[in-house]
């Protein structure tokens, strides 16, 4: 007889619930794994996200200031900063979400609060660091224009915390140029002309005509280097050339339609630029020079009588050295002129936010130099003018260029620190205002010595 089984035994039950019950578990692991892992995923995500944006930040800091890590707070390390309830300048203008819309308010607008959801629950838990150093702390050495900057980024996690971090090596430049204004001058070729175009003598050497006057050799090729490279500049036809373009270009100004922003811009762009240059010229001879003058005050004894063959046409070309020197002043202004009408606010929305940050700071290199300027007396009320407007403007709108003319100003208060911060800037101010002003006052004294001889 044959029996057909129609249920299973207990034994076979037990085992299948077993299989069952292992089969589950191992599915909860997993889904619990992989939840975990798609949460951390999320938030090292979002990290790289928080910590870009600051690496941004930092970045466009260092463009408008060199020491745009001390504008945001930062000296060395900033210590535990928060990213939500605008606990962070670094995410303090998130948003413009009340009005007047226009201009952030700090104090009841542009952080990340409770109201921004699902961002704020999405960032409340993540803290961050930053710090920043240069990689050499002092001295003319390039890498102390290179700063370091860090990163970090921590938040909570189910399994304790995560972290994630990130470095930045950005150019910040605070020391000073090192060029050669020899370089501009080919000085062999001007030697050679000294005996026979300055002193008259083509067929004697200077050390010849040394040894014969009693003057000694650095004070005569001082004198004819000053006297020779004010002459061929002086007789070049240069500065009427260039005013001429000047001209032309205004001429050309004036009859272009004010709604043809683009040709407006590059006509006004192109007389800013030729006045630039042409004020860059002349204090690069102004500044070579500047040595020479020293030697000549020093050892040079400026006597005709001992037969050096010092004249009238010798000291007039001594005399184009202060009209050099204006001319390097008036191009600056006029510059300055031509640079601040390409802000006219039709152009800059023509243009754009980044042109208009380039030109503010050209107009501020050159706000710097006219300041400094002794035979300018307004020029340090004109930048402080400035500084104030950039600053009004810029406010709730423009974060970067309001804490650069805040810590402008305040450096302004500082003169000293002010000159230290800017070794360009002094290097300028050791020509234009510590020596310049003597050197006018030389000319001066021996030009009128040598008319009433």
């Known amino acids: ?264 811009y590059e006509l006004r762009k192109k007389i800013a630029e030729t006045w630039y240059d042409m004020a860059q010229l002349c204090y690069q001879i102004v500044a070579y020079l500047e040595p020479h003058y020293g030697i000549l005050q020093a050892q040079g004894k400026l006597v005709t009588a001992g037969g050096t063959g010092f004249n009238s046409v010798s000291y007039q070309d001594m005399c184009y050295y202060r009209i050099i020197y204006e001319y390097f002043v008036a191009s600056l202004v006029q510059s300055r002129y031509y640079y601040n009408g390409m802000l006219h606010p039709e152009l800059m929305a023509y243009k754009g936010g980044k042109i208009q940050l380039q030109l503010i700071q050209k107009l501020v290199d050159i706000y710097r130099i006219i300041a400094i300027i002794p035979t300018r007396s307004g020029g340090m009320k004109e930048y402080r003018s400035f500084l104030s407007r950039i600053s009004e403007v810029s406010e709730g709108r423009h974060p970067y260029l309001y804490r650069f003319a805040v810590f402008e100003r305040s450096l302004l208060d500082q003169p000293d620190e002010w000159m230290k911060r800017y070794p360009n800037l002094k290097g300028i101010s050791d020509v234009v205002v510590k020596r310049v002003p003597v050197i006018l006052d030389f000319i001066k004294s021996t030009t009128v010595s040598m008319v009433t001889r």
């Not at 090192?178 to 001058?185: E, H, M, S, T």
């Open 1 to 264: 007889m044959i029996y057909h089984r129609r249920a299973f035994t207990l034994v076979e039950v037990m085992v299948g619930f077993s299989i069952l019950a292992g089969v589950a578990l191992l599915y909860m692991v997993f889904v619990r794994s992989s939840s975990k892992e798609l949460q951390f995923s999320a938030d090292h995500l979002n990290a790289v996200v928080l910590s870009q944006k600051v690496s941004e930040d930092i970045i466009e800091e260092l463009l408008v200031n060199p020491y745009g890590f001390e504008t945001l707070g930062i000296s060395g390390s900033s210590g535990e900063l928060e990213v939500v309830e605008g606990k962070s300048v670094f995410f303090s203008f998130i948003e413009d979400s009340k009005a007047p819309f226009g201009k952030i308010d700090l104090n009841s607008d542009g952080s990340i609060n409770p109201q921004m959801q699902p961002l704020y629950d999405t960032v409340k838990d993540f803290k961050f660091n930053v710090a920043g150093q240069r990689l050499a702390k002092s001295g003319d050495h390039e890498d102390r224009n290179l700063m370091q900057g860090a990163v970090d980024f921590t938040w909570k996690t189910q399994t304790g915390c995560g972290e994630f971090n990130t470095s930045v090596q950005l150019f910040s430049p605070v020391t000073r140029k090192k060029i050669d204004l020899g370089l501009a001058v080919d000085e062999d070729a001007i030697d050679a002309r000294i005996p026979a175009q300055v002193f008259g003598r083509p067929s004697q050497s200077i050390s010849e005509i040394s040894a014969s006057t009693g003057e000694n050799v650095e004070a005569l090729l001082a004198y004819g280097r000053i006297s020779l490279i004010t002459r061929d500049f002086s007789g070049s036809q240069y500065y009427l050339k260039r005013k001429n373009e000047i001209k032309q270009l205004r001429s050309r100004l004036g009859v272009t339609p004010a709604s043809d922003l683009e040709k407006q």
